[in-house]
């Protein structure tokens, strides 16, 4: 007996360290390069952020959500640990964004199959490289992008970011913008900032809508 509970109190022990280091992991691993923004306006969760001019690596990946933000993810990791001319590293940065390719032709009615539908997945390039200066792809499914300044509508959560947290606060940013008089601008962009192997209520993600400009003063 005192033997079993010597096992239970080392496994325990074990347990916890895991528990710590995850804990400990999620933020230092994301304490990486982000976009910066100027908040224009905060309400609770809810912010309008300006963004300035960005260059962004981003590939369009076609199937289920989550499925695609894996592969895009892959295949921008490749890019920037060294499948470029010539071979150089770019930093990581934070957060992974994904956005939904709408390309349906205007006609009626509109149906869409289940894991038919195109995203575009990207990662925003560090700050001190240019297109001049950044490496090109070797894989011709990667572009650089640059993005012109935007004025953002964003709310904030923690927790595990599945489809239908994804659909609850997308729909709760919707309703402020409508309540606010506020013009969205194409589809919703999901942020997350995290590894996988963060605790739930340690990870940050975001939807975000593009709003007029105006929204920003």
């Known amino acids: 007996m005192k033997w079993t509970r010597k096992k239970a109190w080392a496994l325990g022990g074990i347990v916890a360290l895991v528990v710590m280091a995850a804990v400990a992991a999620g933020p230092i691993m994301s304490r990486v390069e982000q976009p910066a923004y100027k908040v224009m306006y905060s309400d609770g969760a809810i912010e309008t952020r300006y963004y300035g001019p960005m260059i962004a690596a981003e590939v369009e990946v076609k199937g289920e959500r989550k499925a695609a933000i894996n592969e895009g993810f892959r295949l921008i990791a490749a890019y920037i640990f060294g499948e470029n001319k010539p071979n150089a590293k ?5 957060p992974v964004q994904q956005q939904s390719v709408r390309k349906i032709a205007m006609t009626a009615p509109v149906t869409q199959q289940a894991g038919d539908e195109s995203w575009t997945v990207r990662f925003i390039m560090p700050m001190r490289w240019t297109l001049e200066t950044l490496p090109i792809p070797n894989d011709s499914r990667v572009t650089l992008k640059p993005l012109p300044a935007k ?3 964003a709310i904030r959560f ?3 970011a599945n489809d239908s947290v994804i659909q609850t606060k997308t729909e709760e940013l919707r309703k402020y913008a409508f309540n606010r008089k506020l013009t969205t601008l ?3 962009q999901f942020a997350f900032y995290n ?7 340690l990870r940050r993600n975001e939807v975000m809508f593009e709003v007029a400009a105006s929204s920003c003063g």
């Open 90 to 94: 770019v930093e990581m940065t934070a």
């Open 158 to 160: 923690a927790g595990t």
């Open 151 to 153: 004025c953002m509508l």
């Open 195 to 201: 590894p996988p192997w963060t605790l739930p209520l």
């Open 186 to 188: 194409g589809e919703p």
